[in-house]
DNA sequence: ATGGCGTAACCTGTATACAGCTTGATTTTA
DNA sequence: TAAAATCAAGCTGTATACAGGTTACGCCAT
């Protein structure tokens, strides 16, 4: 059983419908992310509606919001069904990610507050505690959204934060579909890696080295995949 | 009276439902950024969904998707307003503009077509048409969508090319604010010398080149308004 | 047995009535 | 007179019935 970070939250008695919009849609897109609903899933609008105790109408707002970020595509007559993305695309972003990256250091850099480095050095900690623990990718990648989620915090540019995100959230499920595939050691390591190095450079408040490394491990990444799919 | 691209479109009587969708979008896009609509001005469902024929439910889709371009902010018990965009998030999004046009030649060029030569031809030639037809500012605005569509079709990283149009749309219609305050002479000869600029590095099939004089221009154009702002 | 057709089930799309929110004008009250 | 309360008008948000589209199953004819 995924844990979702939204299970837990209580919903409040006077949740404002922007709130409650925001709610469902992170709810439904971590559960594409996280693969409770794997590419290929028809989502019903019936369905969801009962589960969240509200009419068909809010449900679609959020659908149409996942179908323009790339998560969903909406077929009239045929249902909602989670996408799936080719490899040409998925490397086509990639390198885009890698770029945008770059940028983060580069278009109107912030300053590092005490706050940062404390989430980078939880995110660490986390990530540390998992060495043992054999096959926990879903915490794995629950650790890999929150370090998209700090490092959305330290990009100055607004709109460059906005499409780093989409693009983000566009490949999550499909880098986590892969990740078991490199191993559990393997996986481990690279997310421990990445987040030392980065932890590094946070410390150093040189956001440049910070968007530096995650450019690297974006084409790590990619090598590495380029590598499994050559060897079968 | 503004004259707009989809007006003398007719509209078929078997148009499908997305086909309508997409329609009234781009139409309502517009009208936002050839200032029909400008910024603070309110729209109203049921005056929309009364022009169109059609009811608020489908109007409702397209405001949603105004609202998550940035053009529209939609607020409860209020109203749909257009939205405007303060200074710094304007040069935000020219700096992240002039980077992701760079990427254009560099991330999956593509080859260069005779029907993109004859593209860039032909507004070479309206531009030109033009030179004598002062203030005819709107005709420059919709020479200047086309050749972001243009450019669109030259960018061969399908994501790129998303973001690149949506950060173009986001501030269409606050360059077009501006443009009048450059003079008739100075607006016109900057949009023809970037026409033909790009227009020789396309006829040597030079993507590179063209993304480069697109982000050339793109400065320029921060560089003029800077000049301007500072001046009074 | 098989090919084609019709139909039922299920999906999204649309229209519409109603509820809830915001705002400003109007009335009431100190 | 001024300030506060009230109300009305207009907006978006929600629920729901119905229309339209797609698919797959089953029936029938070949």
Redesign the interface.
């Known amino acids: 059983m995924v844990k979702l970070a939204e299970t837990a939250i209580a919903v409040s008695e006077d949740e404002t ?2 709130e409650r919009f925001d709610r469902i849609y992170c709810e439904l897109r971590d559960r594409i992310c996280l693969l409770t609903y794997p590419p290929g899933t028809v989502l019903s609008e019936v369905a969801l509606a009962k589960e969240f105790g509200i009419s068909r109408t809010p449900i679609r ?1 959020v659908f ?2 996942l179908e ?1 970020m790339g998560l969903v595509a909406i077929k ?1 007559g045929v249902g909602t069904i989670v996408t799936d993305i080719d490899l040409k ?1 998925f490397k ?2 990639y ?2 990610r890698k ?1 945008l990256a770059e ?1 983060m250091g580069e ?2 850099p912030i300053e590092i507050t005490p706050d940062h480095i404390k989430t980078i050095d939880d995110l660490v900690k986390r990530t540390r505690d998992l060495a043992d623990k054999t096959g926990a990718f879903d915490e794995l990648a629950l650790i890999a959204n929150d370090l998209q989620q700090l490092l959305s915090d330290l990009t100055g ?4 934060c906005e ?1 780093t995100e ?2 983000y959230y ?1 490949v999550a499920r499909i880098w986590y579909t892969f990740l078991p595939q490199f191993g559990w050691d393997k996986a481990h390591a690279g997310q421990l890696n990445e987040l030392e190095e980065i932890r590094a450079a946070m410390v150093d408040n040189d956001i440049r080295s910070v968007g530096h490394y995650r450019s690297i491990d974006l084409q790590r990444m990619l090598t590495l995949l380029g590598r499994l799919l050559a060897e079968p």
């Open positions: 419908g922007a707002r149409h919001r323009f009239n695309t086509q972003i390198d885009l770029r940028m278009l109107s540019n607004a709109p460059l499409i989409l693009m566009r």
